[in-house]
């Protein structure tokens, strides 16, 4: 067998004849934003009166990034520019100074009333509602999650479609 070529997609697998009865010996990779306390769970609506007047007030064309998650929790972020810098750099208009986070990993960018938000080729990916994404649209209450920050995306209520009448 050549001790240097790659295996086929499947034919990855953990060996059971080696002897050992310690799987966990054989699993040596680890990636960030994978650990299953970062799995997509939803945070449903906990707002605080505080959020929901914030969220109240956005004018048409803003919205709002609250970080339910992580080393900043609860703070809030104002998306009211084309585009918005997501990152570890300092410069990054929101700046999270964490490891799980690439310098550059992602921007918003904000299209009349609808918000893209694109992955920068970071290197641990960046998610919403618990899929990687490259560029997707935000929905209100998307889950977004950057390194070990999550978020969830709010856009102003007057940008909202009406309410289908019952």
């Known amino acids: 067998m050549d001790e240097t070529r790659r295996p086929e997609p499947g034919e990855i697998r953990r060996d059971a004849d080696n002897g050992t009865s310690d799987a966990r010996s054989h699993d040596t990779t680890q990636t960030f934003g994978h650990d299953a306390d970062l799995s997509f769970v939803p945070f449903g609506s906990e707002l605080s009166e505080t959020e929901i007047e914030a969220i109240g007030a ?3 064309g803003a919205a709002l990034l609250l970080v339910r998650s992580g080393p900043t929790a609860g703070a809030r972020y104002l998306l009211d520019t ?10 990054a208009d929101i700046f999270f100074d964490d490891v799980t986070v690439s310098r550059r990993h992602a921007e918003i960018i904000r299209e009349g009333v609808r918000f893209d938000i694109v992955d920068q080729r970071s290197l641990n990916g960046t998610y919403v509602n618990g899929e990687r994404v490259d560029r997707t649209t935000l929905a209100n209450g998307a889950e977004v999650r950057i390194g070990k920050f999550r978020l969830t995306f709010f856009v102003s ?3 909202l479609p009406p309410a289908a009448n019952a």
Not at 82 to 91: A, I, K, L, N
């Open 82 to 91: 084309d585009v918005t810098t997501v990152g570890r750099h300092p410069e």
């Open 58 to 60: 956005l004018p048409s």
């Open 157 to 159: 209520p007057a940008d």
